[in-house]
């Protein structure tokens, strides 16, 4: 079978790389000519473990290729892939012009019966108006069908999750194309991964559920650590406790500053949007959009608090600046908001990450990049952890006591043992923990 892949973004790429390593055919499509000459050379655009050498390998075994020629890739595959970028408008809505470029070209230039496959986080009936865009493009009426099977990749583990998903979801009314999805994803079936089969609107609306849910637990968990340090409890252990509890899963309740990168703060605004247009508040969605947003805000005070209150003419060290670990994703990170607001106060901030220094810095004005830990940390009146890189979990304390002015963790992941650091001579401060 032949597939084409339109988008070399993230999803586009991990999702290629996989199929080909079941052993489809797979050409990937981009307009931007660098991209695809990188991709050519065997170099990944993005920062995904493991995805290079799967890449280099499908590549050199002939079973996938890159080029920015779409015409070439439809006219050549059964099933189309959609996995171009769907920005968020300035209202809050996704933007689908690339989708209906994809679709327009599609119209234009099928020749036989195609299998559409939305990829990108759609608004629910995008499905519907791609079927239309395709239709309308066509010059004799040719057969094809349109299915929704949205992602649940997570940056840095997206080869895992990919090969070894919870669930695939397929959206389609066409038993035709059920077939076709059926034989891509052959051997997820062998390994009794769950498939759930329905229509492309519940489809569409399964991604933004999930990613809405999970979002909701993180908000819920970051509003329960603020009441935590109110009246002296451990969010930790409350999330723990909680947990345990099989109805709710002790996975995503993890207290921090907020949650970042390309997806939740982009699926959380589209589904608020979503419910609007049909005139419907979705009021828990748009609260937990809130508190993430205030919960930036705390972080930034909370630093500042724990200097006294008064950031001027101080030096603060901040570890990690990705939105998570694994990833030199800065899309929608905590760190872009909190430093700025550390720095509008008067500190100078010192900042050190192993991925993504460079975006960081031409996002960021004024950011001191540093080539460690320790590094960062020379002169710090405070040490910050934002982001719960792996090497970031056993610092050296003694060191760092010897290069630091001050004396003052603030620890924004929970990932250090309180008494342990205070042993080492620190006031250390984390997020809902006494
Ligand atoms: C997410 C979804 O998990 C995935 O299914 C979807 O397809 C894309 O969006 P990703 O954005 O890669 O994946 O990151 P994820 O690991 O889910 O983390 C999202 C954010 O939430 C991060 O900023 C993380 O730090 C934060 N988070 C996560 C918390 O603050 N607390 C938690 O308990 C879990």
Known sequence: MNICMVGVGYVGLVTGACF?????????VDKVQEKIDMLKRGKVPIYEPGLEEMVAKNAREGRLSFTTDLEEGIKNSLVIFIAVGTPQGNDGAADLKYVEQVAKSIGQTMTDYKVVVTKSTVPVGTGQKVAEIIRANQETPLDFDVVSNPEFLREGSAIEDFMRPNRVVVGTSSERAQAVMRDLYAPLYLIETPFVLTNVETAEMIKYASNAFLATKISFINEMA??????????????????????????????????????????????????????????????????????RRRMADKIAQALGGDLQGKVVACLGLTFKPNTDDMRESPSLAILPAVMRRGAEVRAYDPAGMAEAMEKMAGLVACDNSYHAAEGADCLVLMTEWNQFRNLDWARLKQVMRGKVVVDLRNVYAPEKVRQAGFTYISVGRP
């Not at 080909?20 to 050409?27: H, L």
């Open 226 to 295: 603020n009441i935590c340090e109110k009246v002296g409890a451990d969010v930790n252990l409350v999330a723990k406790g909680m947990g345990l509890d099989r109805r709710i899963g002790s996975k995503f309740l993890h207290a921090g500053p907020g949650y970042g990168g390309s997806c939740f703060p982009k699926d959380t605004e589209a589904i608020a949007h979503i419910a609007k247009d049909h005139d419907y508040r979705f009021r828990i969605v748009e609260a937990v959009i809130e508190v993430n947003r205030d919960q």
């Open 20 to 28: 080909a390593e079941f052993g489809i055919n797979v050409v990937c």
